[in-house]
């Protein structure tokens, strides 16, 4: 059974920071796309960042660039979502996303097939 496990979320204050850790099982991803998405209440699922199969090359969305950052460790099956510099607005569920069908990063949450549970963040002001 493929399995994707967020942990790492929690309350943060602005301006603090927090990192996000995704664990695979039941199948690797090494030769796959990966990427974080957000939700807040009452708003769609959004691509936060994502990251090619061997973190050649990588997207972030632009609310979050420069304070974000995407990395994975294949040999670990793992991907990671650094959060610097954080904002109330960054507030969400977060969640971990494989892209089976390619090595490249997509930024549309229809081509992600494999999604985890999600951790919420909550930052306060």
């Known amino acids: 059974q493929v399995q994707l496990a967020e942990s790492g979320g929690g309350l943060a204050q602005a301006g603090g920071s927090l990192r996000l850790s995704c664990a695979a099982s039941?199948?690797?991803?090494?030769?796959?796309?990966m990427a974080w998405f957000r939700q807040a209440p009452g708003e769609e699922r959004e691509i936060v960042a994502a990251?090619?199969?061997?973190?050649?090359?990588?997207y972030y969305t632009g609310s979050v660039s420069g304070r974000f950052t995407i990395s994975r460790d294949n040999a670990k099956n793992m991907v990671y979502l650094q959060m610097n510099s954080l904002k109330p607005e960054d507030t969400a569920v977060y969640y971990c996303?494989?892209?089976?069908?390619?090595?490249?990063?997509?930024?549309?949450?229809?081509?992600?097939?494999?999604w985890g549970q999600g951790t919420q963040v909550t930052v306060s002001s």
């Open positions: 996303a494989a892209h089976p069908g390619s090595t490249g990063w997509s930024r549309r949450v229809s081509d992600y097939h494999y």
């Open positions: 039941g199948r690797t991803f090494s030769t796959n796309a």
């Open positions: 990251i090619s199969w061997n973190g050649g090359s990588t």
